[in-house]
Each structure stands twice: as C-alpha cells, then as structure tokens.
C-alpha cells in the first residue's frame, strides 16, 4: 500500500520544530504589545473579489498563485495569499474606526500560494505582519520600519539591511506608467513574454523581474519613480528619514525599490539577509493609503509589513529554544507510576511545572536516559521499596546531588525550586 504524503509545497512541523517556532512567535507577540498593537484574527478563506479588488487582477498572485474553488452557494473562495486584505475587510466590515481614532494590529498565520517550491518558499507559508490604519504622518511610517527592523534585530538576526523609498501618490505613478511605458516599448523585443505582458498591463511590475536582460534594460533606459513624485510626497519621504536617522536606524534610499503589489503609495521599504542567498528578502512593507477606500470603507490613511516565518527561521539557522523540563518522574512498576503521576499532577497544579511521567515501563537506566535526553532539572525516582518506606528520592540532575525526601513532604519540597 502506498505511503500518503504531504502535498509538495507543504511541511509537516515535527515537535522538535515546534519547539522553535513557539519561541518565536512568543518573541513577536511580547515585542508587539511593548508598542501597544493588538493582534487580529481573519479566516483562512475569503471571496475571491477581495484579492481581485485588493491586490490587483494584474499581479502573479491573483492571475497564477490563487488557490480558489467555486463553493455550493456558487461563490468564488479563495485560500488567503497575503493578510492585508482581509485585515483592511475586517477593519471595514466592524466599523474599528469609529471605535478608535488609530487601530494598531498585527497578525500571525498561514497563507497560500500555488507558487514555485525552493528555499524559504512554500506553498503554504507563514508571516507575521502589522497594519496601522488613521495616522497619515511620517511618524507612523518611521515607526512601523523600527518596528520591523528592531524586531529582527531583537531575534539575533545581524546581518540585515533595510532599503527605503517612496512611490507617491497614484497620480503620480498614472504619470510615470505612461512615461515608462513609452520608453521601455521601444525595446519590448528585449523582454521576455511574461515581461512583455507586465509592460502591457502593469509596467511596475518589471522591477519585480528575475530576467537579467529586464533588470538590465531598467538599469540603463528606465528613470526612478522618485523623480516624478510630488514636493509633498518629497517632504514627507525626507521627514521619514530624518526620523529613522534620530533613532539610529541605518537604511539606504533606493530609488528603484518598488513593492510587488497594487496597493502600496509612497513609502515602501524591504528589509533583506544575507544569510539567505539570492531569495534574500525577510519582510518588506509600505503605506496603502488608498485601499481601504478601494475596498468599500472611508478614507483611511494606513501603513504596514509582513515578514516570512519560514523566512526568519532559515535566516537564525539556530535552535529558538532547547526542550527542557522540570522535573522526570522516574517510576518502576505500575503502583510506581499511578502514585508518579499522582504527584506530577500536583506539582503541575501547584508550581506550574512542567513534569513528565514514565509510562511505557523501562528499566531504570533507559528512564534516566531520556531523563537526560529532555533536560530534566529534577528527577524524582520511584520504585515498590520507596513506597513500601514512604519516601523516594530526588535527584538534581545539574549537579547529581541525592535528597531522601519523605512522601508527605515530596510536594512542599520544590516550593523555591
């Protein structure tokens, strides 16, 4: 009989990864509530529209990557590809902005995408983002990018670099399409198809291009974006880095940056590893003052960023958090391990301790074995003579020192352990 496994793309968390990812994740939601953001949570699936409307029909992600299927009501659903969508449909559909003024959030969860598998790069996948929506300052866009950029920091991850710029407003952009467009047509047999397309129906999408030839062609024909940008635009771009500049964040301006989905207007930014090879970004961002109109709710300045789970963890290469417990209940003989887990249950209770029990019999050696193995503090070690006597032993595993403790007081014994 064939073996049943997981779909390409896809990846089982085995407890030893879990332990990591825990971590992790515990790490971001500490980090996040020192800067008063709240978490929010969406469904897995929305209507397909949302992602139509939201992230552009022209992108690869709605046109190629959309996991999406026709339900019994006949409604289009799709596996959500990115969090920001469904987080500016939440924030539109309970009315947050009445409730509050300025809404700081932040997410943590899987997404979908029917996309090429490689390093760092699943079909299901994991971010970690924030989505502030009311503030049209400058202000807010230097503190999301200090966000994202000390959080990496905090997690251990050294060699990262953060790239800024700004795209301007939509009129803007309408002005440069047109002048980009015009120049690059001259040169299209250049491109390849899928380039091609991109310059047909989404110009900025080239810069998102992998083909050496287009990343040439940008390099030498292509003028920046921020050449066109409004003086306003301008000056809220400079008061940005004036600001990252007093908190000491070090980025550089590029001008060529230009983020990979519809919505996003004037500052974007992209955060990179080098420990990550040619697939270097972690976790990028920008302002999408836009869409929250764009999607049926009023005008709503917002800002956010979204960071690869999969991506940080492959950046650390290190272990998050070593398994360890508190305490090993070493039992031989099932009145040994009915009375073991009597008093593990109490210690659970009682000292919030982490305690595990033998259950599958082994000898005394395989028990002290994988007592060692999960880095026990603390064994407690019962047999049929401890309870014939009344007392048991505990053994500290860190130094091996050996206590005789009565069972009445076995409890009591690691009240200021």
Known sequence: MNIIRNIKGSKDLLPSDVCNWQALESAIHNFTKKFGYKEIRTPIFEESSLFERGVGADTDIVNKEMYSWMDQ??????????????VVRAYIQHELGKLNPINKLYYLGPLFRRERPQKGRQRQFHQFGVEVFGSPFPEQDAEVILMAYSLLKSLGLNQINLEINTIGSQDNRAEYISILQNILNDYRTHLSSLDQQRLDKNPLRLFDSKDPKCIELLEDKAPTMYKYISKDDREHFSSVCTMLDALSIPYVHNERLVRGLDYYTHTTFEITSKSLGSQDAICGGGRYDGLVEQLGGPVTPAIGFAAGIERIMLALDTDFAGESIDIFIVAMGSEAIQFGMQIAQELRLKYNLVVVVETLQRSLRSQMREAN???????????????NKATMMVKNMQDGSQDDINKSDIINYFINK
Request: charged share 25%.
């Open 373 to 387: 193995r999960l880095s026990a503090k603390y064994c407690i070690i019962i047999g049929q003579d401890e309870i």
């Open 73 to 86: 009501g006949n409604k289009s659903l799709t596996l959500r590809p990115e969090l920001t969508a469904p």
